[in-house]
């Protein structure tokens, strides 16, 4: 693949940095996930966002920081108990199918989400505390909470806003150019397994304050290309047949980087770090000891600069360290890579002999540990990072990690009948919830809990931090959470923070991040300026 | 399929009464038509049996990672129509897809019937594409080198470094060589006749080869009997007896294969739509499968065994016309 970039021209990079903005033109985008539903209320996979995006907003904005800025709202307004959130709305706001954005259709977004019917149980978590969502006059809606739910203002702020037209149609669920929003441009084509086709929206005028222009997007069209095959990617930017590229395999990366005919960025993802969680709750992993073995018998940051060539970086917590407001950093170099500590522990747990195949055994049962990951969900290489896992676990302590890549259905049971030894995940929600979700207890609220922790001390600070909005406070009980489940408990191995990776020709400016969230940002900014 | 057909019974000499056989071929088709009925039925049922055997139940696949509740749950058995008893789904999806309805897809939400006609053209395209230069590079390939020592053996390496060329690194080799160095032909996408040629060598390439060493082994038979020598004496060109007379003799087999192959070629489309972006079954079938979209699943497993009835008859006809011998044949077998 090396012999591709050569067929490129150069450009100036001290010409680069004085481009003004360019007004016009088009741009292809080649991105590696195709969304399964148009609809942004349904769709969960966080790689498609950059494309929804382009169409549907919401009422806040976040900073770098962590803080939030007006967009749709023009603020909010938390009521000191914490049970009534107010957001005035924009003047002037309105969806590219003509309709103005009310109070009204704002509430309805949120209320027609609470009809399962409809949503089938997403988002339920953060809208089980919602009381009632109301219009007070039409520009000011506002939220009355059952109990103080701090990540309640994260969940609101994010939420996609679609057309009040949308609720009639045919094809509501599936989403697609009848479904309006209020963004900068308007999907106009589906071809599925091909291409996403945006417009330009002329009229709009209502970039959060966090963007960096205001007024209509640059680009008058956007094209989304789907192409899976990482390589078909890097070929087709490299030959210039589209204009950017998501997802850059770490092999590829050498050939934009630092390369004056493209540029190359990438962005750690928040919320919770590629975790394999450990099954407290079935077969040798109910063992403290056992699981403090596990997390001792890898070297993650070996495994990692062999797999990634040093690409990835290491995920230590149970928030991704680009989580400014609840990332507690004291946790690094406290546990791990100690193969001495990991014999001893498992020595003294009682699986002291060893079979044939060089495996520790207790009374002729092998130390077998099966970590199911859904095929569906295998991608960054994590196949082979996991067999690197497998390796270091045999090598060093003598532990069978069993690696079973199944189908959605098999997974599923096997998560219902509580017969897995661990489980792979990582996720980008943001505001504690993903913290909530993964250590909560299973039912009903702990949907990610896959160590099945239940311990009374995790619920008490979860609900410490989710009852004030005092963001340090929060970030002190979620930190003190955080040395409880990995360090004295280990319920899990974190092992490295996902990323995205844009790679774009020098043509192309503006192309970045969402502050915060650090997902890639849609195409509002990007201009092209093909000189 | 037929394999007598390949070493046909000595030709008696008998009356040769066009009618009877044309009574025969139609007898023929009407049963054709009936079995492949039979066929879908079958594979309708087994597939739909399939999927309900299939670890994990519906309800929690469409759930995910969602909080379970009674009310939700109830809200995806009423939505899927998945609270009434097993055979009751069973008879009302008969009916449904015996109406043209496949039902609605749970992850794309949309009508199966719809997801599937809109990634069908494609797909044909694809593999009718690949099938011509299959068939493009079997005609030639064979009748070129079938008895000429050094281009056959020449032509027997290609072919298996062909057969054994996976066609995902083909088509990434493709790509790069003609698309990406070259420029030649776009990257990806469904556009025009051009996106269509480097896919379609990809897909055809590796079974052309594999049609190819059939037909020149039967063509190599053929030349060998008395009726080529024959035909040589009437001074007819070396060319013209390969492609007039010796390809007919020769062609039975590979049909068969053929017929048999292009089945298989959904199999490789999956692969080449991936790599090529391009939209088609095969993909809609992998994601479904992996995420247990059953209507989906089910409509494309119809599908094929509707692909494959109309292939296996259409090469049954094929037989009757490229051999007169089988009609004859044909007619026989009633009369016994």
Redesign the interface.
């Given at each position: 693949?090396a012999?591709?970039a050569a067929?490129c021209g150069g450009t100036d990079t001290a010409a680069r940095e004085s481009a003004q903005p360019v007004s016009g033109g088009s741009l292809t985008w080649g991105v590696e996930t195709e969304p399964?539903?148009l609809?942004p209320h349904?769709n969960?996979q966080s790689n498609t966002h950059l494309m929804l995006r382009n169409v549907f907003e919401s009422l806040l904005a976040r900073t770098t920081e962590g803080g939030f800025v007006g967009w749709l709202a023009t603020g909010h307004e938390i009521s000191p108990d914490g049970l009534t959130y107010t957001f005035p709305l924009r003047e002037g706001v309105k969806f590219t199918d003509g309709n103005p954005l009310t109070a009204t259709a704002v509430a309805r977004n949120f209320t027609t989400m609470q009809d399962?019917?409809y949503s089938?149980?997403?988002s339920?978590?953060p809208l089980?505390h919602l009381a009632a969502v109301t219009a007070r006059d039409e520009r000011t809606v506002v939220f009355t909470l059952k109990d103080p739910y701090a990540p309640f203002l994260d969940f609101a702020a994010g939420f996609p806003l679609i057309s009040p037209a949308a609720w009639d149609k045919p094809?509501l669920?599936?989403?697609g150019p009848e479904i309006a929003g209020t963004g900068p441009f308007v999907l106009d084509r589906y071809?599925?397994?091909?291409?996403l086709h945006f417009r330009k929206n002329p009229d709009y005028n209502w970039a959060p304050q966090s963007a960096k222009h205001q007024g209509p997007a640059y680009l008058d069209e956007v094209t989304y290309?789907?192409?899976?095959?990482s390589?078909?990617r890097t070929?087709?930017l490299?030959?210039?047949?589209?204009d950017l590229i998501e997802g850059v395999s770490g092999n590829d990366a050498a050939l934009f980087r630092d390369n004056p005919d493209f540029t190359y960025s990438t962005g750690l993802n928040n919320g919770s770090p590629y975790t394999l969680y450990w099954n407290a709750t079935f077969g040798p992993a109910t063992d403290e000891r056992v699981r403090k073995a596990l997390n001792n018998s890898v070297d993650v940051n070996a495994v990692l600069q062999s797999i990634y060539r040093g690409e990835r970086t290491r995920g230590w917590g149970i928030a991704s360290s680009v989580d400014t407001l609840f990332y507690d950093k004291s946790i690094e170099g406290t546990y791990g890579a100690d193969k001495a500590a990991a014999n001893r522990l498992l020595d003294e747990a009682g699986w002291t002999a060893k079979d044939s195949d060089g495996f520790r055994t207790k009374d002729g049962q092998r130390l077998t540990i099966e970590l199911v990951q859904?095929?569906?969900t295998v991608r960054d290489q994590r196949e082979v990072l996991l067999q690197a896992v497998q390796a270091q676990a045999k090598q060093n302590a003598g532990i069978d990690l069993k690696l079973s890549y199944v189908?959605?259905?098999?997974?599923?049971?096997l998560?219902?009948k509580n017969a897995f030894g661990s489980i792979a995940n990582s996720d980008t929600i943001t505001g504690g919830i993903d913290i909530e979700?993964h250590w909560y207890p299973p039912?009903?609220?702990g949907?990610?809990n896959y160590s099945r922790a239940t311990d009374p001390e995790l619920s008490t600070w979860l609900r410490a931090a989710a009852s004030t909005t005092d963001t340090a406070e929060r970030a002190k009980q979620y930190a003190q959470l955080q040395r409880f489940a990995i360090v004295d408990k280990a319920y899990g191995l974190p092992l490295y923070i996902p990323e995205n990776q844009i790679a774009t020709g020098a043509h192309v400016y503006g192309a970045g991040y969402r502050p915060y969230k650090q997902l890639p940002e849609n195409a509002y900014d990007i201009w092209v300026d093909r000189g | 399929m037929t394999t007598e057909a390949i070493a046909p019974e000595v030709v008696t000499a008998a009356v040769d009464s066009r009618r009877d056989a044309r009574g025969g071929t139609a007898t023929r088709i009407v049963l054709r038509l009936i079995t492949g009925l039979g066929v879908l039925w079958g594979a309708t049922t087994l597939s739909f049996l399939g999927v309900r055997l299939?670890?994990?139940?519906t309800v929690?696949?469409?759930?995910?990672?969602?909080?379970?509740?009674p009310?939700?749950e109830a809200?995806?058995r009423?939505?899927w129509g998945l609270d009434s008893p097993a055979v009751v789904q069973y008879a009302r999806y008969l009916w449904n897809v015996a109406h043209g309805d496949f039902g609605r897809s749970y992850?794309?939400?949309?009508p199966v019937s719809e997801?599937i006609g809109?990634?069908a053209g494609?797909t044909s395209a694809l593999t009718g594409a690949a099938l011509l230069v299959a068939l493009v590079f079997a005609v030639v390939v064979a009748t070129s080198t079938a008895q000429r020592r050094r281009s056959r053996a020449i032509a027997n390496a290609v072919e298996l470094a062909l057969v054994s060329t996976p066609s995902f690194w083909l088509g990434?080799v493709l790509?790069?060589v003609f698309?990406?160095?070259l420029?030649i032909f776009?990257?990806?996408?469904?556009k025009g006749l051009s996106a269509l040629v480097l896919p379609a060598l990809a897909l055809g390439l590796s079974l052309g080869a594999v049609i190819s060493q059939v037909l020149r082994d039967g063509l190599e038979r053929a030349l060998d009997e008395p009726f080529a020598v024959t035909v040589r004496s009437w001074s007819v060109s070396e060319n013209a007896l390969r492609l007039r007379h010796g390809l007919r003799h020769a062609a039975l087999p590979a049909v068969t294969l053929t017929g048999w192959l292009v089945g298989g070629l959904l199999g490789g489309a999956v692969i080449i739509?991936?790599?090529?972006?391009?939209?088609?079954l095969g993909?809609?079938t992998v994601?479904a499968?992996?995420?247990?979209d059953l209507p989906v699943v089910l409509a494309v497993a119809i599908l094929s065994a509707f692909v494959y009835v109309v292939i296996s008859t259409l090469v049954d006809l094929l037989y009757l016309w490229l051999d007169p011998r089988l009609r004859r044949d044909a007619r026989n077998g009633e009369r016994r």
């Open positions: 693949m012999v591709l067929a399964t539903t609809n349904l969960g399962v019917s089938g149980g997403w339920a978590g089980s094809q669920k599936a989403g071809v599925k397994g091909q291409e290309r789907f192409l899976p095959e390589s078909v070929g087709a490299t030959s210039g047949q589209v859904a095929q569906s189908d959605l259905g098999t997974y599923s049971e998560r219902k979700n039912t009903p609220l949907t990610l | 299939a670890p994990g139940d929690d696949v469409l759930l995910g990672e969602q909080q379970r509740t009310e939700v809200a995806i009423a939505e992850v794309l939400q949309r997801v809109s990634q494609p990434i790509l790069s698309s990406f160095q420029k776009p990257v990806a996408a469904n739509e991936e790599v090529f972006g391009r939209p088609g993909r809609v994601e499968v992996l995420a247990q």
